[in-house]
């Protein structure tokens, strides 16, 4: 296992388009997390799922955004009629009980035009 | 979670020992203290983390004063590659970590 991979690395999207990123986490880890970060900042926690349980919801997450991890393995991250403010870097990082660290992805980068 | 305060930026003379504070006064006795670093354009990376206890491993050791509300992060012969932005987080096992600003480590030749 190569760690957790992230698909694309590269988004360019037009306001108002739909987009969708896929997270695979290390396989043994039942525990995946998303992440935005923004240039400066540091990453900013989104949501997170313990196998195929979304626990955690961010109120940074509006209603455009939706994440599923359908059969507790890869997860999809989708962002409805993106705006310019989504911009960013989207971070997926897996953890097997949150008690040691997380291995992150190298990110998608989305630059919404 | 408990905030953290680091100081903006640090420079290191490479092969010198790197020295990151952190303040976490308001630590409760469930949180943990995790450093990670990010070097640029890729996701950040664990590096350590502790209790009560210094930790030690082979990127770096962890040192938590007896009242816990401050800790240092120790890179003990700092490269150019350990250039990077650290971040401290205290964090019980609740499922999130909170990121802030961290430290930015320049390390010069």
């Known amino acids: 296992d190569t760690g957790v991979s992230q698909d694309p690395r590269h988004k360019i999207t037009k306001r108002g388009q739909n987009v969708t990123f896929r997270c695979d986490p290390i396989s043994e880890h039942n525990r995946l997390y998303w992440y935005r970060q923004t240039l400066g900042q540091g990453p900013e926690f989104l949501t997170y799922f313990q196998n195929e349980a979304q626990l955690e919801k961010s109120r940074l997450l509006s209603d455009r955004f939706s994440a599923e991890r359908p059969k507790g393995s890869f997860s999809t991250l989708e962002i409805q009629r993106t705006e310019q403010g989504d911009s960013a870097m989207y971070l997926c990082?897996?953890?097997?009980?949150?008690?040691?660290?997380?291995?992150f992805g190298s990110g998608t980068r989305l630059t919404v035009v | 979670d408990a905030k953290t305060t680091q100081p903006t930026s640090m420079d290191c003379a490479e092969g010198r020992a790197a020295n990151l504070p952190c303040n976490h006064s308001t630590i409760s006795g469930n949180e943990y203290v995790y450093w990670y670093r990010q070097i640029h354009s890729q996701g950040p990376q664990y590096i350590i983390h502790?209790?009560?206890n210094n930790e030690t491993n082979e990127m770096a050791s962890l040192i938590i004063t007896e009242d816990r509300k401050s800790s240092t992060l120790i890179l003990p012969h700092a490269t150019l590659r350990d250039t990077a932005v650290y971040y401290c987080i205290a964090s019980s096992n609740t499922g999130k970590l909170i990121f802030g600003q961290g430290t930015t480590l320049q390390v010069k030749p």
């Open positions: 502790g209790l009560k």
């Open positions: 990082a897996s953890s097997s009980d949150g008690l040691e660290g997380y291995t």
